[in-house]
């Protein structure tokens, strides 16, 4: 084999390994590995509370997530179609502090106690991600259930209060971030803290922008990498797994009219992991094509008609020019092994 063959193999085997390397996180999705941290169904029973001679209620397990549910919204006039998944949401749970966090007051919020994260909470590009954010840092402040407005209760979600910190599976794989809970100061949200001003890059596409700088995209890639190493004594994060993902059914939980914030480009990008198997015969044969056109540039490079076609553009630049192509007149010029 050609050295410059083996070259040109080397640069494009080493610029497939930079991609593979830059996008590993997002492959490692590709193995669902959500059912082993899955909280199972003798888990969920309902609790019950006994009430004691002073009046206090004890559960019958210990629960260790603070009794707070935390929605957002740009300002407290919740659109129509949420309302009834809010008040769902309150009336099941009256014990419950209620807390709706709006534009105004999560800001406030995050200058009082997070101002090294102002700049760059100030500087994103669309408001879903300043509300995508603002989750993760009251999670890890304050404790609590986080619920999207999207987001209605069927029954009480005392059993989730058992568990640490819980995120919901998302369909194919993955974690969401509609829903959640912690205790205050929970490891795992202080690496999501920690990682996003790593993953704040503008990806040209407001949906994937959105999605793997503060959206599920990124919980799910920085999720696999928080576990990668060893998760820290009591840093453990269960997973609620839906019962039925034929059916979509859920635990405690039914969505609404959602996804207000989603832009045009949503409708294309979901089109794609509707359609997968179309668009990933489309991408390798694209990439295919890349590597055959390279290839067949390379070859014209290293061909005559390369050098004549190199000739032919000087003598167009400089018409006037004392250059002359020896083989014009039948010259030729020898060169190293002719005889």
Known sequence: M????????????????????????????????????????S????????????????PDRKLIVPKIIH?????????????????????????????LWTDETARNFIKEHYDWFLPTYDNYPYPIMRADVMRY????????????????????????????????????????????????KHPFFLYVIDNLQRYNHNWLVSYITIMYSTGPLMLSVVWKRYKRWGVPNGGQVRILVPPDHKTHMTYFFFTAQGSSWHL??????M????????????????????????????????????????????????????YKDPQEDGQYELVPGEV
């Open 137 to 184: 840092f009251i999670l890890y402040h304050y404790g609590g259930v986080y619920i999207d407005l999207d987001n209605g209760c069927d029954f009480r979600i005392d059993p989730l209060l058992a568990f640490p910190a819980w995120l919901r599976k998302t369909v194919p794989t993955g974690v969401s971030n509609d829903i959640m809970g912690a205790v205050p």
């Open 271 to 322: 089109s794609m992991g509707k359609h997968w198997i179309f668009y990933t015969f489309l991408g390798t044969a694209l990439v295919i094509s890349v590597f055959y056109l390279q290839f067949k540039f390379y070859q014209f490079l290293l061909s005559g008609s390369f050098t004549r076609f190199y000739r032919k553009s000087l003598r167009r630049l400089f018409p006037n020019s004392q």
């Open 71 to 99: 929605q957002t919204y740009k300002n407290e006039t919740i659109p129509e179609p949420w309302l009834a998944p809010q008040k769902s949401v309150r009336d099941l749970h009256p014990d419950f502090e209620y807390i």
């Open 2 to 41: 050609r050295k410059d063959l083996k070259l040109m193999l080397i640069v494009n085997g080493l610029i497939v390994l930079f991609l593979i390397t830059q996008v590993f996180d997002l492959m490692t999705l590709l193995i669902d590995d959500s059912f082993k941290d899955a909280i199972v169904e």
């Open 264 to 269: 045009g480009d949503a409708k294309f990008i």
């Open 43 to 58: 888990e969920l029973t309902p609790v019950k509370y006994t009430k004691q001679a002073d009046g206090e209620e004890t």
